[in-house]
């Protein structure tokens, strides 16, 4: 055996620990990496033109200038920047935004998205009729 020899793999936990035992069992070593995503280190994501988002604190700025949001407009439009370039649906929506609300409706999130596109660049959040709504990877 050499110690050498490299294997770098990504699973979720249950999977994770079967290879683990299996190498193991062969009498490797397992050295866990923790892996670091840059996106999600990455306090501020800027959109648009001129427009920041602090992950953190979940406000939004234009130019450095803070625009007020509410709460589920904050997260509405965090979920929109973490999924940059791909569509939310309302299901999706619904879990991060409303959690647990059951009394939801489709309507709640495009009035959600509506007031969001009346605060930002009208422009910014696209929709892709009748799947959901999205803001572009530019």
Avoid: P
């Avoid at 409706?105 to 959901?132: A, H, M, P, S, Y």
């Amino acid at each position: 055996m050499s110690d050498s020899t490299l294997l770098i793999y990504e699973a979720d936990d249950t999977v994770l620990s079967d290879i683990e035992n299996y190498i193991t069992s062969r009498g490797y070593k397992v050295k866990k990496v923790q892996k670091q995503d840059e996106k999600k280190n990455k306090r501020f994501i800027e959109f648009g033109d001129f427009y920041k988002f602090d992950r953190k604190t979940k406000e939004v700025f234009y130019h450095d200038k803070k625009i007020k949001l509410t709460r589920k407009e904050a997260f509405c439009l965090n979920l929109f920047l973490e999924n940059k370039g791909h569509i939310v649906t309302f299901g999706k929506a619904k879990k991060y935004i409303w959690n647990k609300e059951e009394s939801v409706t489709e309507n709640n999130f495009r009035t959600l998205v509506w007031r969001l596109r009346n605060k930002l660049d009208g422009d910014l959040i696209r929709n892709n009729q009748g799947i959901g709504y999205y803001i572009d990877n530019n």
